[in-house]
C-alpha cells in the first residue's frame, strides 16, 4: 500500500526528477492531454481528474508524513491533478496547450492570495489545494482569452 502511495505522489517517479519535478509533471500532463485525452468528452476528463484528486490527497498526505516534510518536492500529483484541471475544454493546439502550461506554472509558482493561504490546510488537502486554485485561476484566464479571441 505504501508502495502505491509513493508511485502515486510522485506520478511514477517523475517527482525524482532532478530539475523542477512539478514543472516536469506538468509538461507531461500536457503531453498525456495532447495524446490522449483531448479526444474523450469532457465529463470523462473531469470524472478522471476527480478520482485522481482523491488519490491525490491520500497519497500525498501518506507520502509527505513518510518524509516528515510538510509538502516535498518529489510528490507531484498536485501538478498532475492542477495541470489536467488547467486543460479542461482547452483545445488541444500547442498554442492553447502552451498557455494553458503557462499559466499554470506562473500561478502555482508565484501563488498569489488566495492560493497561498490554501497551503495551510492539513495534510494532502494543503499539498493539492494550492495547485488547484492556481489551475482553476489559469482556466478562467485562458477559457476567457479563448472565448474573446
Avoid: N
Avoid at 478520482?51 to 507520502?63: E, N
Wanted: glycine fraction near 8%.
Amino acid at each position: 500500500m505504501k508502495f502505491m502511495g509513493r508511485v502515486i505522489a510522485t506520478f511514477f517517479g517523475l517527482g525524482f526528477f532532478p530539475l523542477a519535478p512539478g514543472t516536469a509533471a506538468s509538461f507531461a500532463v500536457v503531453l498525456l492531454y495532447k495524446f490522449l485525452l483531448a479526444p474523450l468528452p469532457w465529463p470523462y476528463i473531469l470524472v478522471f481528474l476527480f478520482l485522481l484528486c482523491i488519490l491525490g490527497v491520500v497519497s500525498s498526505a501518506s507520502y509527505s508524513s513518510e518524509l516528515g516534510e510538510k509538502d516535498p518536492r518529489r510528490i507531484v500529483i498536485d501538478e498532475v491533478c492542477g495541470q489536467l484541471l488547467a486543460l479542461i475544454l482547452v483545445p488541444p493546439t500547442w498554442f492553447a496547450l502552451g498557455l494553458s502550461f503557462v499559466l499554470f506554472r506562473f500561478f502555482d509558482i508565484v501563488k498569489p492570495w488566495p492560493i497561498t493561504k490554501s497551503e495551510k490546510l492539513p495534510g494532502g488537502w494543503g499539498i493539492m489545494a494550492d495547485d488547484l486554485i492556481s489551475a482553476a485561476i489559469s482556466l478562467i484566464i485562458l477559457q476567457g482569452y479563448l472565448y474573446l479571441k
